[in-house]
């Protein structure tokens, strides 16, 4: 391995090795890759005064004969080469004719994959997570160096490897490939190599290898972050097999919702989810020529952690049952009407706005969908003057069927205060508990929340700063469309609010 003289100062005595790993205990490992087996280990300290150092040790299996050489020495070259804090860290390796070893730096937190389905991952890590592995691709992609550029070729969950702050750092680079940057598109003609489900149809159909290939690969990677599962599921033999399947059909009858992680739903910003899942789609179109740089990848996913960082949020209610709904006002329109289904408790909202054209526009009617047979719910209007804006809500949660109803709102503005809609003394006081919040003139950008068939989840509040700044402020709404059919009547009521 001629490669490797230049590298000498990175190699490590094997024996070293075996006795960080314990020979290569049971006990020190880690899990199996397509290379060999992963060990963790301590190697010792120049300084006896120093701790030693952590380890993650890769061991080629020998079954393999010669075929993962090629990956050892890309590997060794690639990492040597190239630095990058969301790269994984090559300390060193091991190299003679019964024995190839790499040696890493050990990532506390393993691989991303093993995370997918934690709940208590929350929804700002995930997209700090997917940031990072974004700005190592990104690095690979244009920062390399003149002239070329890294096409990793098997990106997915479980070569994102997270360290001891969440960070993560692509890892596992025995595949890839370096090719020109000189050419309006970079395309290499190889065997296509990789993981399926995270395969760029393209690649695998033709065998050629763009950087593209690559972004498609972390477009299924970031809806296995929003969706908490992996990328295929061998069981099941329906559109549920492969994740990038399944997040198109629920793209196409607008019902992503319904395959987020339920407890992320409830921390998210409508805005992050907004330009997150947008991002991703992209990555995944059919034509390469539509799917993004990592660049535009990297600012898209700042924007996402941008707008869930900024916005405080307050949750009243119960946060299970229902589903989401979202209403946004766009940059040219103004509010001018809320109509409010209620009894002993809020119903339903539906909300109608007027554009710079003078037309008027409702949304849909979220909650209530049992009303037209309940003759007890009154309908109220509230008009709003055209300079009117609402400044604050106001309202009491009580007990009901088990669950936390939203059971009396009011909407304050800028001139006078509406309400309070619903019965407030219905439910007694050492069963209600009130909320409030309130928001600077000029600052709200619209609700959602949650919604049953016979009540409601009132939204969120978004102020226009929470969503974008004012000059860039382009946000559609996003209509939720729900299974009707599934949710039962009374489901739980809640109602957040936000303000900068």
Not at 46 to 58: C, H, R, W
Not at 265 to 270: A, T, Y
Not at 486 to 493: D, G, S, T, V, W
């Amino acid at each position: 391995m001629s490669h490797l003289q230049e590298l000498d100062h990175l190699r490590i005595p094997f024996d070293d090795i075996k006795s960080a790993t314990n020979n290569f205990s049971h006990q020190n490992f880690l899990g199996q890759g397509g290379f060999g087996r992963v060990y963790k280990g301590q190697l010792p300290s120049t300084d006896s005064s120093e701790p030693g150092t952590t380890v993650a040790v890769k061991r080629l299996d020998v079954k393999l004969g010669g075929q993962g050489e090629h990956e050892f020495l890309t590997e060794i070259l690639m990492l040597a080469s190239y630095k990058h804090d969301n790269l994984v860290s090559l300390i060193g390796f091991s190299e003679d004719s019964n024995e190839k070893v790499l040696v890493y730096k050990y990532e506390v937190n393993g691989s991303l994959d093993k995370h997918l389905a934690s709940i208590d991952l929350t929804w700002a890590q995930r997209l700090r997570i997917c940031l990072g592995a974004a700005q190592g691709l990104e690095y690979l992609h244009e920062g390399v160096g003149a002239g070329h550029r890294v096409l990793h070729r098997d990106i997915k969950s479980s070569n994102v490897l997270l360290d001891a702050y969440w960070e993560a750092k692509i890892s596992d680079f025995g595949l890839s490939k370096i090719g020109p940057t000189n050419q309006p598109f970079t395309f290499l003609v190889t065997n296509a190599c990789g993981t399926f489900g995270y395969l760029d149809p393209l690649y695998l159909a033709t065998g050629v290898l763009t950087k593209e290939s690559d972004v498609y690969s972390f477009g299924v990677v970031l809806f296995e972050v929003l969706c908490g599962r992996p990328a295929m599921i061998v069981k099941h033999e329906d559109e549920r097999r492969f994740l990038s399947h399944l997040v198109k059909l629920h793209q196409e009858k607008g019902t992503l919702h319904q395959i987020i992680i339920p407890n992320l739903l409830e921390q998210m910003k409508p805005y992050s989810l907004e330009v997150f899942s947008n991002i991703a789609f992209q990555c995944l179109n059919e034509d390469r020529k539509q799917r993004p740089t990592m660049g535009l990848v990297v600012k898209e996913l700042e924007k996402a952690l941008e707008h869930q960082l900024r916005t405080r949020t307050r949750l009243w209610g119960s946060v299970i049952g229902g589903w989401p709904f979202l209403f946004e006002l766009e940059s040219n329109q103004k509010l001018r009407k809320i109509t409010i289904g209620h009894d002993r408790w809020i119903h339903s909202l539906m909300f109608t706005v007027e554009d710079s054209d003078g037309l008027l526009h409702s949304s849909e009617q979220y909650g209530g969908l049992n009303d037209a047979n309940n003759k007890g719910v009154e309908i109220s209007k509230i008009l709003f003057e055209a300079d009117e804006e609402i400044i604050g809500i106001a309202g009491t949660v009580g007990r009901r069927y088990g669950l936390e109803l939203i059971t009396t709102l009011s909407f304050v503005t800028n001139k006078r205060t509406y309400g309070p809609f619903g019965e407030k003394d219905y439910i007694r006081p050492r069963k209600k508990a009130q909320f409030s919040s309130s928001w600077d003139l000029g600052s709200f950008h619209g609700f959602y929340g949650r919604c049953g068939c016979d009540s409601l989840l009132l939204p969120k509040t978004m102020s226009t700063r929470q969503v974008a700044k004012a000059s860039q402020n382009d946000t559609k709404v996003i209509k939720w469309n729900t299974n009707r059919s599934y949710f039962k009547p009374n489901k739980a009521n809640v109602f957040k609010t936000s303000s900068p």
